[in-house]
């Protein structure tokens, strides 16, 4: 009898997610990418490093330091996690900078782009670098000095600082209290990072210049040294959310004391004297041995603003432009969707058709209503707009504003006020859930009684991500699904329990055991000697019991495969166990959100998509919605492409038992973004043909015969 409890039969959740990372990092190396998109992934990587040390290295300090012996589904205890985390990110940073600093950099210097850091270089453009300095930068620097009266400064989680060692000259007066340490923050959120100069890619990090004229703000005292520093803390927070009409004011102190929080990683320049570094490390009570020194430029998630803000189009991969679907060209959007379920695949096909869609039902007189779920928005949304302007119109709008949406919640609170002041209900979530399905309903009178429209998705109402993100849109006005989603929403907004689903499953209701027995039917059909088929493709697996069941459908017989973008605790390939098993992660042009689950049913097949990936928080601590794909010709979609990226050899990694992965080589290069992205235009070509066949007049009879 196989134990499946044994930690041996999983992988670490943690140091998965850091090969991950190592492979988003890939992109960055690869030599035929353009210039800029090796940049963008280098920004890319550091920040996804940056939010892990924020929320998973943060959560796990806390575990070792309650030193309750708990320990993961592979056994670790929490002091060897964090050991290893620690070894893996240095040898993260080793080649992150050794490809940014020998590669990257000289060969956009090579191309005509120049990020200038080193002092040598920027002596050259000293006299336009001054003139930038006192009349820019200068007139928001604010030197932060410790003295007697001065306390040590809390300095903010992820913003960049000059370090500056002070000493005392003959004209400070004996009145004017004495220090030998000073802090400036480097001003990018008011500034920018980097200082461009007009008409040329030539590019200075605002701290460089700081550093050239850091005199110029301690008169009276020599600077004898200099180093930028830079803390990370800890930003995941729970609210005690007992009084839910106080929890908008409890996240926004939440926020404010953001700065007060435990420091999770400290990075520090090359030149700062060791006693200083001791010092600061003790001040700021770092936790752990996550102290970093960066010989480079700092913060190379910051390039994205490179990358944004170049001209050097030359140097980027061609923009993909969204098709606009032929569905809703030439039609009323609602009769459209009460006529066939429509299925879209962004970001190459167009998300105009979702802000449209909102857009219609403020200005429709036949719309009552619109409920809305609202994770992570866009800024200066257009959906945003259209529901302020539907409830100004009198509708009933009704929206869940997920407040608790980590690294959203301002723009969140901003969010729920506007709509509140246009008049539309907004409510902030069950108590100790997050709400991350992303649903859309409306209900519209018409003349045969009333209909809803619904709009489900894998991804967020936010226009700037369906442009990065893959993801599916599903437009329905199937009744049965209509009546799940009214459920859905009464459960949101007056925590009434669905009398039952008739298609959809909700966690933390159902989720988990919908997809076990799912799982489990897959399982007794290959006992049975049947064909038994599970096909997925989600963005993490981490799941305990849901890895026991795909281990137990695998003994059984059952061929499962996989597309998981980021960390995955199951192990493929182990014998016996999960040799029916294999794993595919793809990276590249878009990052994979969407969430598929097929499963064969004895040839009745199931497709599904979800906003939940098959961890625990998505199955036990959020509000997710599972939802079913009924049409043939959407199903198809799926189908194909499902097959394209499992043939895909230009972007996929197979995982290995042992937790590394390789990347797929094959004689015929496959890219699935561009098959995709070709099959899709073929898709809407013949679309467009097959309605300009339709509008084709045809005479009736020949009427020179007639006559």
Known sequence: MIDLNNPQYFLNREWSWLEFNNRVLYEACEEDKPLMERLKFASIVTRNLEEFFMVRVAAINKQNELETGGSSPDGLPPAEQLMGIMARVRDFYKKLYGEFDKKILPELLQAGVKILTDPADLVKYQDYLKHIFQNRIRKVLTPLSVGPTHPFPRLNSGRLYIAAGLKRGPEIPDSIELTDLSFVEVPASALGRFIKIEDEETYFPLECVIKMFVGELYHGYSVEWVSQIRITRDTDFNVDT???????????EKIKTMHMRDVVKFEYEKGLPDTRLKELVERFDVVGDSIFQIDSLFDL????????????????????????????QSRDIFEVIEEKDVLLYHPYQSYDPVVELIEKSAEDPDV???KLTLYRTSSRSAILKGLIKAAVNGKYVTILDELKARGDEERNISAARALEDAGAHVIYGIANLKTHTKALMIVRKERNGIRRYCHLATGNYNETTAKLYSDFSLFTCDEMIGEDISQLFNLLTGFSLPNKWNYVAVAPIDLREKFLSLIRRETENAKNRMNARIIAKLNTLLDKEIVQALYEASIAGVKISLIIRGGCALKPGLKGISENITIHSIIGRFLEHARIYYFYNGGDEDYFLSSADWMTRNLDRRVELLFPVKSKESRAIIGKVLDIQFSDTANTWILNSDGSYALRKDKKTRDSFKEIEEYIDKKEDKARREMEKKLEFKPIRNLEKGL
Request: hydrophobic share 45%.
């Open 242 to 252: 007992d009084a839910a009409s106080d929890l908008l004011m409890r996240i926004e």
């Open 368 to 370: 009552l209503a619109i």
């Open 301 to 328: 998630g910051s390039l994205m603003e490179i990358y944004m803000s170049s001209s050097r189009n030359d140097l980027k991969e061609p923009q993909i432009k969204p098709v606009y679907p032929m569905e809703f």
